[in-house]
């Protein structure tokens, strides 16, 4: 069985490490404790919590919410390592904002939601027509909150760039699979991984790095297009980490 908390306890010692990077790094850790609270424990037990029982784990034994970002510039004295990790470039960001469940718990309450934000439009309608307002092309904010049916798709990491992270939804594991998502025009997925605890499996391996297609496509493999780094790859990123002074835990 994949060890969920051993995994997040990874990332948070990983991420606390980068403020000791030498030359420039910023971080953001704000990994919260899994979903053992009485208001999340009763939505996972229900009958109406529609996750797929990965995520499910994912959030009761890891976070209920694995948000995490980083980014590091090199020193020049470092900058012949980090270019045999990453040809051409002069920093690398990494991180994301995985598996809020605040955010599936509201979409599992959708109607209520959707017939809430229904009743307070109109009542903002009536009062400006009370006041003699003109309603005709009133434009009421929305509030932010996407109660869109999901399709096929389990959005596990929204906005990152300008992609989404998702799970394709499937009542056999085996065929839910991790895919990048574009996030403006066309909107075909790239499937990165073969499953949810797969993914993070491999994306540990590469220290987290941003998962957008452009940041994964070098670390696929060549036969199957699924995200996993040659071993190769992965020791120079290791040796890249070591001479920066952060090791693997484990």
Not at 11 to 18: D, S
Not at 49 to 54: K, M, R
């Amino acid at each position: 069985m994949f060890d969920i908390a051993g995994w997040v306890q990874r990332a948070k010692t990983f991420i606390r490490q980068i403020s000791n990077l030498p030359g420039f790094s910023e971080l953001d850790d704000a990994i919260e404790p899994p979903a053992t609270d009485e208001h999340n424990r009763a939505w996972l037990q229900s009958e109406k919590c529609s996750l797929p029982p990965e995520i499910h784990r994912f959030l009761l034994q890891g976070s209920k919410r694995c948000c995490f970002h980083y980014h590091w510039t090199p020193p020049t004295g470092l900058l012949p390592e980090f270019q045999r990790a990453f040809p051409g470039r002069d920093s690398i960001g990494g991180g994301a904002d995985l598996c809020e469940a605040a955010r599936f718990s509201i979409y599992d309450s959708r109607d209520r939601f959707r017939d809430l934000i229904k009743g307070q439009q109109q009542t903002i309608l009536q009062m400006f027509a009370k006041a003699g307002h003109k309603i005709d092309n009133l434009q009421i904010p929305h509030p932010g909150i996407d109660l869109n049916d999901r399709g096929g798709l389990l959005v596990l990491a929204p906005r990152i760039g300008n992609q989404e992270l998702a799970l394709q939804l499937s009542h056999v594991e085996a065929d839910r699979g991790v895919v990048c998502v574009p996030g403006t025009g066309d909107r075909t997925t790239v499937k990165v991984s073969s499953g949810f605890e797969q993914f993070l499996i491999e994306w540990e391996r590469i220290y987290y790095l941003s998962p957008t297609i452009e940041n994964l496509r070098p670390w696929l493999d060549l036969d199957t297009g699924l995200l996993r780094p040659a071993e190769e790859a992965v020791r120079r990123l290791e040796s890249l980490f070591a001479a920066a002074s952060i090791r693997r835990d484990g």
